[in-house]
């Protein structure tokens, strides 16, 4: 995705209960903490989604001064999260965590 697109600073792949399953992270990050809370933003988005009866979640945005968090479910086992620089194009992100997230989740499938 960061090839794709050079507002995207960094992304993960992380597991729903929070485990890192791969991460494109600056050596500064802390792996485990950004895994952790995407899991729980996803699973926070999930129930809020349900309990206001909107459907399915598409994805969820926290959006700071310095830039986006989105993140947005891969399947039913994976989360996909990117970090942006403030700006960014949040169209043509999408579009590209779209098709990751779909590449991901084949991936996940076939083993």
Request: proline share 2%; aromatic share 0%.
């Amino acid at each position: 995705m960061q090839d794709a697109d050079p507002d995207v600073q960094a992304s993960a792949v992380v597991r729903t209960d929070g485990l890192v399953m791969a991460s494109a992270l600056p050596k500064d990050a802390d792996e485990g903490l950004i895994a952790a809370m995407s899991a729980a933003l996803l699973n926070i988005g999930n129930r809020a989604v349900s309990e206001l009866d909107r459907g399915e979640l598409d994805k969820v945005i926290v959006s700071g001064t310095k830039g986006d968090t989105i993140l947005r479910g891969v399947g039913s086992e994976a989360v996909l999260s990117a970090i942006t620089k403030a700006g960014a194009n949040m169209g043509l992100i999408l579009v590209e965590m779209k098709r990751t997230g779909d590449k991901i989740a084949d991936l996940l499938r076939s083993i």
